[in-house]
């Protein structure tokens, strides 16, 4: 994944005609670093898909903008709207993490 690190660049990254899938962590979540250690083989899976992921420390007002209240999140963005978010309460599993990438993708 890479690490979007300023505004513009989240601004220019979630622009993409092709969906992005952002994940919004912070280095003292114990449950970011749960995820990390299961979440590269659903990266594999879906790698037509770019990944990203921002420190909501470091750009506060892009997870407020998009409501990320809790982390973990996952959000996909297509053209510069947001497509879908999976809220931290609802990523705790690689589980339901898969259920939200099927869901997001095969509507």
């Not at 749960?34 to 898909?49: C, G, H, L, R, S």
């Not at 973990?72 to 705790?92: D, I, Q, Y």
């Given at each position: ?102 869901e997001t993708f095969n509507k």
């Amino acid at each position: 994944m890479k690490s979007i690190k300023t505004t513009d660049e989240f601004k220019s990254t979630i622009q993409s005609n092709q969906p992005v899938i952002v994940k919004f962590e912070a280095g003292w979540c114990p449950d970011c670093k749960a995820m990390d250690m299961w979440i590269d083989p659903i990266v594999e899976k879906y790698n037509q898909y770019e990944w990203f992921t921002v420190n909501r420390d470091e750009l506060e007002d892009v997870a407020t903008d998009n409501e990320v209240m809790g982390i973990p999140s996952l959000l996909v963005f297509e053209n510069g709207n947001k497509r879908a978010h999976l809220h931290s309460a609802n990523a705790k599993s690689p589980e339901q993490v898969e259920s939200f990438l099927e869901e997001t993708f095969n509507k």
